[in-house]
């Protein structure tokens, strides 16, 4: 079955902190991995995305790290902003079908003045 | 700046009625989607096209249906709503094929339905 398993449910931190959102999968026929995020009374919008043949990724203060042997990838948020607030989803597209993702379960974010 | 949109931003229909929700995009984008969103489920895929007059199941297609007669609308058919199908539900869309820009899908705002 294909699933991303996303982790923690609800984060909050403190403004300048980093904030550190997981997300594992069991299927191995994903071929990109993006990052959405929403906010309250918007659909969601695409973040940043990684391929599985990269480690690392970096756009301004947000970063992908990857780990394909332990089928695990992250969202680092370095020097978070109470404009930050919002939910996060990791996704996985299913390789071969034409743009078909697959979501995690959401992480709501609050980052405190 | 493109655009996905939703026909209603909040619905209440009654158990039993056939309920449509529309979507459309001015991408002229190939694939669209439906999901619903529930607290701690994510966002879960129902139905999606590749092209007009096609459609696919997602994983959880059970009471409901789909139509796609032009490339810019894809309908959201529940065909006896029902309490468990009170959700939001999110229209997307994207390009096509395996390259890297389909994993961006550009989502309308959203349809907060409740059966009552």
């Known amino acids: 079955q294909q699933q991303v398993k996303q982790s923690p449910q609800s984060l909050i931190v403190q403004k300048g902190g980093i904030s550190i959102i997981n997300c594992a999968y069991e299927n191995t026929a994903f071929d990109y991995f993006p990052w959405y995020q929403q906010f309250p009374g918007k659909g969601p919008a695409l973040l940043i995305a990684i391929r599985p043949d990269v480690s690392e990724k970096k756009e301004g203060r947000f970063t992908i790290s990857f780990n394909k042997s332990a089928k695990q990838f992250s969202l680092h948020i370095m020097d978070s902003q109470p404009g930050d607030s919002a939910t996060y989803f990791c996704a996985a597209r299913v390789a071969n079908q034409g743009g078909k993702l697959i979501f995690g379960q959401g992480t709501e974010l609050s980052v405190k003045p | 700046d493109v655009k996905v949109t939703q026909s209603s931003r909040y619905l209440v229909k009654r158990t039993g009625e056939k309920v449509f929700l529309e979507c459309v995009q001015d991408?002229?984008?190939?694939?669209m989607f439906w999901y619903r969103q529930d607290p701690g489920l994510g966002l879960r895929l129902i139905y999606f096209s590749y092209d007009v007059k096609m459609k696919e199941k997602g994983d959880i297609p059970e009471g409901y249906s789909v139509s796609r007669e032009k490339k810019e609308r894809f309908s959201l058919i529940l065909e006896s709503a029902s309490t468990n199908q009170t959700s939001m539900y999110l229209c997307a869309s994207s390009l096509p094929g395996g390259g890297s820009s389909s994993y961006e899908q550009y989502f309308g705002p959203g349809t907060r339905l409740t059966v009552t």
């Open positions: 991408m002229d984008h190939e694939n």
